[in-house]
């Protein structure tokens, strides 16, 4: 019983993180950024691999230096901003398995940073979740007023004289540590799913931006209990189970909807 | 006396391509002035001039009498409703209560006083019954007047208005212009529409926009070959319970793209 304790605690904190800062990501549309951070990110996994260093405070440099160059490119490059921040992606992860090729070792750990690692996750990645979790619940709620008036109308703060560049760089920054920290339990894959779904059906069935992180955190935990117990009753891969069950949610609400 | 506004000698555009080419308009303060002109024609380019969210190629902005970001605390600005992302979790007061902005230390909740105003603009405008409505359950109209109640609430030297009256039916379209006849007494504010009629009611000057250049003038009444040469095609005034000016049927020698000035003049 005590084996579980640790992994359920893990998936309690990711849930708030994920909560709060998918329906930052969703009302933002910075859902894209993130899946592009998220993939960038393994570079740093591979750097801290080849380098023999911490992989948390590498990749958590890593992963801030790549989103403060998404910003910079996409405000300064005529690019779209799409094409921007695949390339990011494509450059993060090439670098990532280059290293790992360099260091000419066993790369077993890295299927961790793909497909999560709830049962054996550090106690120093949980305390940072911990306090991650802390920083992002009082933040949104403190600034819950800006957060919502940047997401509804961005050029009526900026014509207001609001900081807006400095607020979406802090905006970025929160969702690329969120990033990291999530990757080391729900893996890569995972971690776009629930930067994503929980926060798109909350943001439709609340009324304010604190309710909607709300939902979405209870939607995260819902969905990664229910796709436990589905893995765990038929034998199958569980974060893809979750994804399956949170996908499948969407969809029936998306669909239903329409009618 | 400081001008509202005055721009001198401006070219501006986008990408290569000039909107504006050395046009000039001063603007004394006080009262309503029109903004006419076809689509493209520079109206909505004149507006991000004066917010300062676009610089001049040539020429000086000066807005309440200094550089346009600097002047933007005395600025409120009402943008078309199809800029918004409504399907956000947030209400009618919240949009309205953005309008303070800027104006108060981020993370400090609103004032009674600031309540208290925000509520009143909102009575003005008839849509004080829907201020716990999401913005998704909104009309066109509905969100349209949030969005002038939102610029009131700052209470602004000069007022910047796009289309603020597109989607409203002619009771709001009404109560908007009432209310900014009383508000520019002592302000200004600029009107940007297509709707020569709605304008030539409510406004004491109109200017044209249009073939790159800007032509002010002092009054509501704007001659019928100043109303042609902006809009580059002919423009007749018909009556279907307003006055109401409409492109008119013209020969196959005109050239003019009408899909750009969206019909209506």
Known sequence: MSLLVWPLVAIVLA???????????????MVSIGGGLAHAAYGGVGLAFLLGWAPLWVTIAFTLVAALLMTWLVERSPERSDTLIGVVW????AFGILCVDLSRTYAGDLNAVLFGSLLAIPRTD???????????????????????ALAVDPEFAEVAGFPVRIFRAGLLCAVALSVVLL??????????????????????????????????????????????????????SPGACIISVAGATYLAVTLARRR | MTPAFRLQEVSCGYAGHVVLRQASLEIAPGGILGMIGPNGAGKSTVLRLLLGLLDPLEGTVEVLGRPPRQARSGIGYVPQSLVLERDLPGTLEDLVLAGFLGLRRPGSPPTAAELERAHGWMERLGVVQLRARKLSELSGGQLQLGLVARALVREPRLLLLDEPTANADARAQGA???????????????VVSHDVGVLARNVRSIACVGAGTIVHHGTREVPQDALEAAYGCPVELIAHGHPHRVLSEHGPDCHHDHASCGGHA
């Open chain 2, 176 to 190: 908007v212009f009432a209310l900014l006849d009383e508000f520019c007494r002592e302000r200004t504010a600029v």
């Open chain 1, 183 to 236: 990757m080391r339990v729900t893996g890569l894959v995972l971690l776009v799913a629930f930067l994503s779904i929980p926060g798109a059906l909350a943001v439709r069935w609340t009324r304010s931006l604190v309710r909607a992180m709300a939902v979405a955190t209870g939607l995260t935990l819902a969905f990664g209990l229910a796709g436990l117990a589905l893995s765990w009753w038929k034998d199958l």
């Open chain 1, 15 to 29: 849930s708030i993180a994920a909560g709060v800062a998918g329906t930052l990501a969703v009302s933002h549309r």
């Open chain 1, 126 to 148: 949980l305390l940072a979740l911990g306090v991650l979790d802390v920083a992002l619940v009082s933040l949104s709620w403190i600034y819950r007023r800006e957060l919502l």
């Open chain 1, 90 to 93: 494509a450059l993060g992860m």
